[in-house]
T-cell receptor
Framework: AQTVTQSQPEMSVQEAETVTLSCTYD???????LFWYKQPPSRQMILVIR??????QNATENRFSVNFQKAAKSFSLKISDSQLGDTAMYFC??????????????FGQGTILTVHP | EAQVTQNPRYLITVTGKKLTVTCSQN?????MSWYRQDPGLGLRQIYY???????DKGDVPEGYKVSRKEKRNFPLILESPSPNQTSLYFC?????????????FGPGTRLTVL
């Protein structure tokens, strides 16, 4: 079974600064996907970024980038030029790329990020 | 507009009173699933369905039932709700549970069982 751990329950950052959210995972799978989801106060789950495990290059989406360390099973999210609209709960998630139970997302506990003006 | 809808969005009920939370998607997705979100635990999968009439248990299926009679609908049934089922529930769908396809989430249903 896979586990995902987010060790930072809460974080805060000043507007325009950079913040990094941590995520570690445990799996015996060699092929999988990793995701960061954003959940603003509206509760909607919004996909921020995804990473395929077979790709060495770190994914980027505008101000969001990841640091994927496969050997260390680490998948951190860096938010640059933080904006007030980035205030949300952020979830790290894992999904197998095949076999049984694929399609299932395994989530971490979540990190509440607050961006201060 | 491509979307996943859930109803109701909020529900307060009492222990033992059967309820159904509906989920519908208009994207012709094959794979649908239900998650519950609890503080400190993240989201956990309750049940999933690979296609019509094909359903299976996720990580926390106890106390829940599902059915998939039509491709677009995947209702979650609580036959005898208990207070420990107070939670935020999400329905999600994706085209195929194979090569990566983005999962689309519904807006969530906040359930309180008294």
């Amino acid at each position: 079974a896979q586990t995902v751990t987010q060790s930072q329950p809460e974080m805060s950052v000043q507007e325009a600064e950079t913040v990094t959210l941590s995520c570690t995972y445990d799996t015996s799978e060699s092929n999988y996907y990793l995701f960061w989801y954003k959940q603003p106060p509206s509760r909607q789950m919004i996909l921020v970024i995804r990473q395929e495990a077979y790709k060495q290059q770190n994914a980027t989406e505008n101000r969001f980038s990841v640091n994927f360390q496969k050997a260390a099973k680490s998948f951190s999210l860096k938010i640059s030029d933080s904006q007030l609209g980035d205030t949300a709960m952020y979830f790290c998630a894992f999904m197998k790329a095949g076999g049984t139970s694929y399609g299932k997302l395994t989530f971490g506990q979540g990190t509440i990020l607050t961006v201060h003006p | 507009e491509a979307q996943v809808t859930q109803n109701p969005r909020y529900l307060i009920t009492v222990t033992g009173k059967k309820l159904t939370v509906t989920c519908s998607q208009n994207m012709n997705h094959e794979y649908m699933s239900w998650y519950r979100q609890d503080p400190g635990l993240g989201l956990r999968q309750i049940y999933y369905s690979m296609n019509v009439e094909v359903t299976d248990k996720g990580d926390v299926p106890e106390g829940y039932k599902v059915s998939r009679k039509e491709k677009r609908n995947f209702p979650l049934i609580l036959e005898s709700p208990s207070p420990n089922q107070t939670s935020l529930y999400f329905c999600a769908s994706t085209l195929l549970a194979g090569a990566y396809n983005e999962q689309f989430f519904g807006p969530g249903t906040r359930l309180t069982v008294l």
